[in-house]
């Protein structure tokens, strides 16, 4: 059974960066896309970035210039690198697979706090 396991969240001051991973356990096939969604109180769940397989990649208009999506392929490892981290940053952030084989199936961590203080 596939699960994804994220590390690197926490706490940090208003301008400090954070890097998130999330590793995929178990073996898994037909990856299409590997992103990143938060999702702070009271709020709806909301994309932060996504790429593609092949290196593309799309970012929130509210991060665009401070967060970085990178991946390893080889290792089913995908990153957040995030810079200039506002209070506004503040939520539970959730790394997302989507695997295309027959059907589509999403695979979801299991969240990692990010709190940015002022």
């Known amino acids: 059974q596939v699960q994804l396991v994220e590390s690197g969240g926490g706490l940090v001051q208003a301008g400090g960066s954070l890097r998130l991973s999330c590793a995929a356990s178990g073996s898994i096939f037909g990856i299409n896309t590997m992103g990143w969604y938060r999702q702070a109180p009271e709020k709806q769940r909301e994309l932060v970035a996504v790429?593609?397989?092949?290196?593309?990649?799309n970012y929130a208009d509210s991060v665009k210039g401070r967060f970085t999506i990178s991946s390893n392929n080889v290792k089913n490892t995908v990153y957040l690198q995030m810079n200039s981290l506002k209070p506004e940053d503040t939520a539970v952030y959730y790394c997302?697979?989507?695997?295309?084989?027959?059907?589509?199936?999403?695979?979801w961590g299991q969240g990692t706090q990010v709190t940015v203080s002022s």
């Open positions: 997302n697979f989507v695997v295309l084989t027959t059907t589509v199936t999403n695979y």
């Open positions: 790429m593609t397989r092949g290196g593309n990649s």
